[in-house]
């Protein structure tokens, strides 16, 4: 089992940068599947990007491609996302999640989640 804390969230303007992280602890970190996910208020949450347990697989959403970068430090326990070019479309609560398995944008295929970080981008 693994738990989750993001940290990184906050107040960007338009063309922005932020950079979120979410550290992990457990002895399994290493061999999770880790991906965002975001939910603005009224909306689904929605699939962002997600990296594969040995970091050289990576998927990105339409919406972030080009923008949005994630890695992850394993021998750190601690996943990442890099954000630039942001936009008032990014606002949202950015949620880190976990799974064995592939990389998936469906959230109810990720048991492991973090309690989320206010990301809020201004135009």
């Known amino acids: 089992q693994v738990q989750l804390v993001e940290s990184g969230g906050g107040l960007a303007q338009a063309g922005g940068s932020l950079r979120l992280s979410c550290a992990a602890s457990?002895?399994?970190?290493?061999?999770?599947?880790m991906s965002w996910f975001r939910q603005a208020p009224g909306k689904a949450r929605e699939f962002v990007a997600g990296i594969s347990s040995s970091g050289n697989l990576y998927h990105y959403a339409d919406s972030v491609e080009g923008r949005f970068t994630i890695s992850r430090d394993n021998a750190k326990n601690t996943f990442y996302v890099q954000m630039k070019s942001l936009k008032p479309e990014d606002t949202a609560v950015y949620y880190c999640a976990g799974r064995s398995g592939t990389v998936v944008g469906v959230a109810a295929a990720y048991p492991y989640w973090g309690q989320g970080t206010q990301v809020t981008v201004s135009s």
């Open positions: 457990g002895r399994t970190f290493s061999s999770y599947t």
